[in-house]
Structure formats: structure tokens, C-alpha cells
Nanobody, 115 residues
Framework: QVQLVESGGGLVQAGGSLRLSCAAS????????MGWYRQIPGKQRELVAS???????NYADSVKGRFSISSKNAMSTVYLQMNSLRPEDTAVYYC?????????WGQGTQVTVSS
């Protein structure tokens, strides 16, 4: 079993930055992929960025060049650096281990970007 705890969300003005952190514990060694997803009420959860244990990254087109995912300590901590934030980035951001069907999710952290 794996536990994921997100932190770092909050309210920021458009153009600002936030860094989200995901602290992973438990059987994290089972997973070779970690990611950040976000969800707006009434919409499907969408992938924002992912990173493999080998360091390969993948980003949604809407965040390329603005967001950066990284990890340390064998993916026990995963970060999402978010720069040049836009109002449309407002969502609950979730940390995930193992991909969307893995069932390993954090509780989410709210990010609100004001215009």
C-alpha cells in the first residue's frame, strides 16, 4: 500500500508561481511512474505531468514550458513547479502513483489563480 500526501496549494495571482509537493510512503517501490493530475468540478481528472523512475517526463500541452515535474529520493517526493500561472490552471491537484488506473491517489490540494 502507498500513501500520498500533497502540499503547497493556495491562492496566487495570475503570472505567479507555486510549488506542489507530494510525499510518498509505503510500497512506493512498486511504481515506476508518478504524476500530477488536476480536476475542475464537473470535468474529468486530467494529466498535468508525469515522471518515470528513470527521469523521463511528460506534460500536458497546456502546461508545457510553464510547469516542471521533478522527484527525489527514489520518487519518495515528487514536485510540481508551476510558473506563469493562469486562471484556467485553477483546480484541485492530485498526486498519483502508478498511473490513472492504479488507485493510488493523494487527497488533493486546491490551487486557485486569480485574474
Amino acid at each position: 500500500q502507498v500513501q500520498l500526501v500533497e502540499s503547497g496549494g493556495g491562492l496566487v495571482q495570475a503570472g505567479g508561481s507555486l510549488r506542489l509537493s507530494c510525499a510518498a510512503s509505503g510500497s512506493i517501490f512498486r511504481f515506476n511512474l508518478m504524476g500530477w493530475y488536476r480536476q475542475i468540478p464537473g470535468k474529468q481528472r486530467e494529466l498535468v505531468a508525469s515522471i518515470t523512475r528513470g527521469g523521463l517526463t511528460n506534460y500536458a500541452d497546456s502546461v508545457k514550458g510553464r510547469f516542471s515535474i521533478s522527484s527525489k529520493n527514489a520518487m519518495s517526493t515528487v514536485y510540481l513547479q508551476m510558473n506563469s500561472l493562469r486562471p484556467e490552471d485553477t483546480a484541485v491537484y492530485y498526486c498519483n502513483a502508478g498511473g490513472v488506473f492504479s488507485g493510488a491517489w493523494g487527497q488533493g490540494t486546491q490551487v486557485t489563480v486569480s485574474s
